[in-house]
Structure formats: C-alpha cells, structure tokens
T-cell receptor, first 112, second 116 residues
Framework: TQLLEQSPQFLSIQEGENLTVYCNSS?????LQWYRQEPGEGPVLLVT?????EVKKLKRLTFQFGDARKDSSLHITAAQPGDTGLYLC????????????FGQGTELSVKP | GAGVSQSPSNKVTEKGKDVELRCDPI?????LYWYRQSLGQGLEFLIY????????KSGLPSDRFSAERTGGSVSTLTIQRTQQEDSAVYLC??????????????FGPGTRLLVL
C-alpha cells in the first residue's frame, strides 16, 4: 500500500511549458517535503510545508500544502532544461521520529 | 562543512554473500536514517536511530537486515545472505534534532548494491 501517491511518474515537456506534480494521501501529515534528486546523488530538499493551505515559492517553483494536510502540489512555470531530474514528495507524520514516507517520484525531462 | 558520506559508492556481490554498507553522518546530527531506493519504487524507510534510544527497526524487510550505530556517529547497515531483490540504492540521511522544529534531513549519495 502506497501511503503517498505521486503523479505523474514520468513527464516529458518542451522548454517554456508549465507543469504540475501532485502528491496525494488519505493520511494527515505534520509536514510535507519536496526533494529533487540528480543521478548518482541523494535527494536534496527543495521546500518543507507545514501549515494547511500554505503556499511557498522558490523562483519558478510553487509548492502548495492542502488545507487538510493530506496532499500537496508542485507547479513549475516556464520549465527549463535545468529543471530535469527526479522530484520526490515525502511526508512526515506526528511522533514518528521524522522518518519520511516517500511518493514514487516524478521523472521530469525538459527538452530544449 | 562535510555532508553525509557513504561507502562504498558501488558494491557488486554474489547471491548469498553478506555485505556491509557504511554511513558517516554530519557531525553533531543525533538522528540517522537508512532508506532503500529500488527502481520504480521510490524510497522506503528501513531503520532510524535517535541518540541513545532503541532504534526504530520497523522498516527492515527481513531478519537478514540489521544496522548499528556506534558512538552515536557512524552507522553500518548489514545485509546477510544477499538476494537479487536486495539490489537497490541504499541511502543514509542525518538530521539535527532540537525539538519542536522541522529540521532538514540531509542525504548521502547512496551505495548502489547489485546482487548477481
């Protein structure tokens, strides 16, 4: 049973297009994190959202946490080839010691 | 400062052999996590150490897997009698815990294990 459903798993778009990645669950999370992973490296944290309804922006990336803290989205505006990589959402539940539950990941390819 | 380091970076072994994977966390980080990343499966939690508390082993897939953390720093993940389905990237992460805040987990580059 996958506690965090991430979609789409694969996304291939042209430079300049917009895209949204979704992360959904039936469980409530105390926080939700988005990571980016390059080949041969470990995931690197992009953002943590904590409050229901929270929106955070990181340049062309916009992250949103659902009001009920069960889902999140990552929106990229005007994607660039440098955005290519594996994007992972991960949830942190209360009193679980910080151990993360990860979605399956979204492999993004942005073509010039 | 130095990040989380893991060794070896790659390991090829034969089915049935034992392997040891090492993680050096960021100095001063009290929490240490092991995750496994299999192709198409995302990352799954394996085990978690926090200070001197008993580790949370709830994610270990079988009794062939074990881990220890010596002196609150370096950790070793051991897989006995390896099977082909153990082939994956094993990632270690560490985190500074100060209570009540959302501290970041910093990941190492992983050990790529291939069991032939």
């Amino acid at each position: 049973t996958q506690l965090l459903e991430q979609s789409p798993q694969f996304l291939s778009i042209q430079e300049g297009e917009n895209l949204t990645v979704y992360c959904n669950s039936s469980s409530v999370f105390s926080s939700l994190q988005w990571y980016r992973q390059e080949p041969g490296e470990g995931p690197v944290l992009l953002v943590t959202v904590v409050t229901g309804g929270e929106v955070k922006k990181l340049k062309r990336l916009t992250f949103q946490f659902g009001d009920a803290r069960k889902d999140s989205s990552l929106h990229i505006t005007a994607a660039q080839p440098g955005d290519t990589g594996l994007y992972l959402c991960a949830g942190d539940r209360h009193n679980q010691g910080g151990k993360l539950i990860f979605g399956q990941g979204t492999e993004l390819s942005v073509k010039p | 400062g130095a990040g989380v380091s893991q060794s070896p970076s790659n390991k090829v072994t034969e089915k049935g052999k034992d392997v040891e994977l090492r993680c050096d966390p960021i100095s001063g980080h009290t929490a240490l996590y092991w995750y496994r990343q299999s192709l198409g499966q995302g990352l799954e939690f394996l085990i978690y150490f926090q200070g001197n508390s008993a580790p949370d082993k709830s994610g270990l897939p079988s009794d062939r897997f074990s881990a220890e953390r010596t002196g609150g720093s370096v950790s070793t993940l051991t897989i006995q009698r390896t099977q082909q389905e153990d082939s994956a990237v094993y990632l270690c992460a560490s985190r500074h815990t100060s209570g009540g805040t959302q501290e970041t987990q910093y990941f190492g580059p992983g050990t790529r294990l291939l069991v032939l």
